[in-house]
């Protein structure tokens, strides 16, 4: 199969994915977006993702998605075969992106050490769960687990609920994001003699308590605990979303004594920005039991389309709580490529998320989707000049597919 020219800035590096599922996958599909050329090197069952979440017609949703841009190879790295197979690859690369177990790769004889020492220049991204150190470093971790430790689950949902877990690999895309700066980081002190290839350690923990900075902060020097308010923030007020009279949603977010009084004059109370206490975030939030009650009564008299028309008039921080399904019709995603149409053999046209943001003279490009598994192997031995015989053998070995 043929694929269109890759673009972007990172054209002409190369990256070795050695990852699987979720965070390590994303990382090389940003990179891929942007550019690189990404050999996804796959176990001959392939990434679990392959197997998980919705699929149409046989066909993983998912997979699409985490594999788009890439090529797909298949070794098995626990065979002397496959092994040989990498360490010929390693020259040919920049960065190498690995998310085993600690200790898997030092186990399978291809430590940093060993990696770097093919390749002096090569970037290692390295992602575990919870660290390469402490009590839990050894411990198998999902995106799951980490949430919970994190303490994310433990401020999310109702504050009457219990501790709510996100409805996304939430923990898994924002190392993912944090994997990729890093290997950017790395390729630019590099490529400007800071430093030749070296290691990045990255883990599951350290994104989510980046996202709780403000929590971490004030429980370390108030002592107090952060609890669930549910849709609410408690640093200001009003800041929720309500039902509309025709039995949609709204969301509001008055961060600002400005934006907070624009609100609850279009709701049809002007005295509440009139009290002393309404200046300060802390002093809304201590009145939050009575704004949000003006600011539900308020939607539940309208509609959302008069709702938002009033909003829109009156400069209002209003906007409505979309369905996934409406995302696909939104004009404002449309009009930015936030959601983009890409062809695929198995899928026909299929609509997904876009790239994360734009250059204006280096874009990158979604060129297709994720391949099948080793659609790529012989192609890429191929141009190590790995010979047909050699092809036929290391596949009779079990070491490729």
């Known amino acids: ?68 841009n890439k090529r797909s190879i298949a070794l098995d790295l626990s065979t002397a075969g496959g092994r040989d197979v990498l360490l010929r690859l390693l020259p040919t690369a920049d960065v190498l992106i690995e998310s085993y177990r600690p200790g898997t790769l ?64 939430l923990a898994d895309y924002l190392t993912g994001f944090a994997a990729a700066i890093a290997v950017l980081a790395a390729l630019r002190a590099r490529d400007c003699g800071q430093a030749d290839g070296q290691t990045a350690e990255v883990n599951l923990l350290s994104p989510l308590l980046a996202l709780l900075n403000l929590q971490i902060i004030q429980c370390d020097q108030t002592g107090v605990t952060p609890r669930r308010i549910g849709n609410r923030m408690a640093t200001t007020a009003p800041r929720n979303v309500y039902a509309t009279g025709d039995g949609q949603w709204v969301a509001v977010s008055g961060t600002t004594p400005k934006t907070a009084a624009t609100l609850l004059r279009l709701a049809g109370r002007p005295d509440l920005p009139e009290q002393d206490w309404f200046a300060t975030g802390a002093g809304r939030y201590a009145h939050v039991g009575e704004i949000d009650q003006a600011m539900r009564d308020w939607a539940s008299r309208h509609s959302l389309a008069d709702l938002l ?48 943001f734009e250059l204006d003279r280096t874009p990158g490009s979604v060129r297709w989707l994720g391949q099948e598994l080793g659609q790529s192997t012989d192609a890429v031995l191929g141009e190590l000049d790995v010979t047909p015989d050699e092809i036929a053998a290391l596949r009779a070995a079990g070491a490729i597919r």
């Open 106 to 169: 030092e186990r399978w004889g291809l430590s940093p050490q060993v990696l770097q020492a093919s390749n002096s220049r090569l970037v290692i991204a390295r992602i575990t769960g919870y660290g390469r150190r402490g009590p839990r470093a050894s411990q198998p971790a999902f995106g799951t687990l980490v949430e919970a430790l994190s303490g994310f689950a433990s401020l999310n949902g109702a504050a009457e609920g219990p501790p709510t877990l996100p409805p996304v690999a």
């Open 1 to 68: 199969m043929s694929h269109p020219r890759s673009s972007g800035p990172l054209l002409g590096i190369r990256v070795l994915e050695l990852a699987a599922v979720v965070a390590g996958p994303t990382a090389g599909q940003i990179l891929a977006d942007l550019g690189a050329e990404v050999i996804k090197v796959e176990p001959p069952g392939g990434d679990a993702a392959r197997h998980i979440g919705p699929a149409k017609d046989g066909t993983a949703l998912w997979w699409k998605f985490l594999g788009r």
């Open 309 to 356: 028309q009033a909003a829109r008039a009156a400069g209002a921080t209003v906007g409505p709580v979309h369905e996934i399904g409406q995302l696909l019709a939104d004009e404002q995603i449309a009009s930015n490529d936030l959601i983009i149409p890409v062809n695929d053999p198995d899928l026909g046209l299929a609509r997904m998320p876009g790239l994360l």
